[in-house]
C-alpha cells in the first residue's frame, strides 16, 4: 500500500520509545518514533548508512555528532555514516519523529509493497 | 551542517515547482519540493531506487503506480523502484512537501556534511 496517513498511526509505550514501521524497501526503511516525556533513544552509530529525524511534534532533543539540540517540529537532523546519533525527550509533552535510514539493513528481497 | 529548521527553507516559484536540497549523502537526498496551486511534477520512474512523499502543507495530490490521492500533511507515499510516480497541486494553497531518495544518484563522495 503505498499511501499512508500517519496522523492514524501515532503510538508511544510507556515502556520505551516505540517505533512504528511506516514501509520498507530494499533501499531504505521509515518509521515513526514516539516518545513519552523522559524516555530516549541511546546514541549509536551506523557504519555504512544515512539516518535522518525530522520532528513532527513536541521538542525532542537530538545528538549528532556530540551536538546535541531541542528542536521544534519542522526541524530536521541527519547522521551521516559513522556518526553517533540518538535523541531523547526531555520536555513535558510528547515527542513524535519521522526517521527514514538508508541502505535498509533488512534489505527485504521484494519491493516492500 | 546536521542540524536544518526547515520552516526556515520554504521555498516556491512562479515559473514550475521548486525544490530545495535540505542535505544529501552518498546514500539518499532528501528535499522540499514547494508547489504553487496548478503546478506539477510529471509522473517519471527511477528502476533501482525508492523515494518517498511526506505531506507537510496543502492537499497536494500524489500518484504512485496509477493510482492518484489527493492527500493532507501526515499523510506519506511511496513508490518502490521501477512504479511511476509524480505530483501535482490540484488546490488553491500552496503544497509543501518532504521528499527523500535512495540511493541517491548524485552520489557526492562525501558524506554530505
Same mark, same amino acid.
Given at each position: $500500500?503505498? /499511501?499512508?496517513?500517519?496522523?492514524?498511526?501515532?503510538?508511544?509505550?510507556?515502556?520505551?520509545?516505540?517505533?512504528?514501521?511506516?514501509?520498507?524497501?530494499?533501499?531504505?526503511?521509515?518509521?515513526?518514533?514516539?516518545?513519552?516525556?523522559?524516555?530516549?533513544?541511546?546514541?549509536?552509530?551506523?557504519?555504512?548508512?544515512?539516518?535522518?529525524? /525530522?520532528?513532527?511534534?513536541?521538542?525532542?532533543?537530538?545528538?549528532?555528532?556530540?551536538?546535541?539540540?531541542?528542536?521544534?517540529?519542522?526541524?530536521?537532523?541527519?547522521?551521516?555514516?559513522?556518526?553517533?546519533?540518538?535523541?531523547?525527550?526531555?520536555?513535558?509533552?510528547?515527542?513524535?519523529?519521522?526517521?527514514? $535510514?538508508?541502505?535498509?539493513?533488512?534489505?527485504?528481497?521484494?519491493?516492500?509493497?
Amino acid at each position: $500500500m503505498p /499511501f499512508l496517513d500517519t496522523t492514524g498511526l501515532r503510538r508511544f509505550d510507556a515502556a520505551g520509545l516505540r517505533k512504528t514501521n511506516l514501509f520498507q524497501t530494499e533501499h531504505l526503511f521509515c518509521d515513526l518514533y514516539g516518545l513519552e516525556p523522559g524516555q530516549s533513544q541511546k546514541l549509536h552509530s551506523h557504519a555504512a548508512a544515512t539516518k535522518f529525524y /525530522f520532528v513532527l511534534e513536541g521538542r525532542p532533543r537530538i545528538t549528532i555528532a556530540g551536538e546535541a539540540r531541542e528542536v521544534s517540529p519542522g526541524s530536521l537532523a541527519f547522521a551521516a555514516p559513522g556518526e553517533p546519533h540518538g535523541v531523547d525527550n526531555p520536555g513535558t509533552e510528547r515527542a513524535l519523529l519521522l526517521v527514514a $535510514m538508508a541502505p535498509n539493513p533488512n534489505r527485504p528481497a521484494s519491493g516492500g509493497s
